[in-house]
């Protein structure tokens, strides 16, 4: 499985971005897929989760009600909507995927095997 994300950029405080994740390879509908951060000088941090095949989610309490994952199957394209952003979100996001069924406690990135390049997110005061 190749993870392929895009649409970082520079926003101000209180903007939005939708970040995009193409995958390719072969998935299965229990495969977990997940957004995870990491800031200059700190350790990746976990973001939301997803079943490929649609189901329950999981965010991390920093992001709930602001950031929603979702993905469009027929485009093999996993997506994470960023809301009412802050300049604490400025981060290299990342997609990555798991063969494994969705947990909620699916937190750790050594629990995923695929990942994505990384995209920019810049959030401004």
């Known amino acids: 499985v190749q993870l392929q994300a895009s649409g970082g950029g520079l926003v101000q405080t209180g903007g939005s971005l939708r970040l995009s994740c193409g995958v390719s390879g072969r998935t299965r509908s229990y495969y977990t897929m997940g957004w995870f951060r990491q800031a200059p000088g700190k350790e990746r941090e976990f973001v939301a989760s997803d079943t490929w095949g649609g189901g329950p989610t999981s965010y991390a309490d920093s992001v709930k009600g ?9 485009a093999n394209t996993v997506f994470l909507q960023l809301n009412s952003l802050k300049p604490e979100d400025t981060a290299v996001y ?19 095997e695929y990942w994505g390049q ?4 810049t959030v401004s005061s």
């Open 118 to 121: 990384g995209t920019q997110v």
């Open 94 to 112: 990342y997609c990555a995927g798991s063969p494994r069924p969705w947990k909620a406690t699916m937190t750790r990135d050594n629990e995923y």
């Open 66 to 74: 602001r950031f929603t994952i979702s993905r469009d199957n027929f």
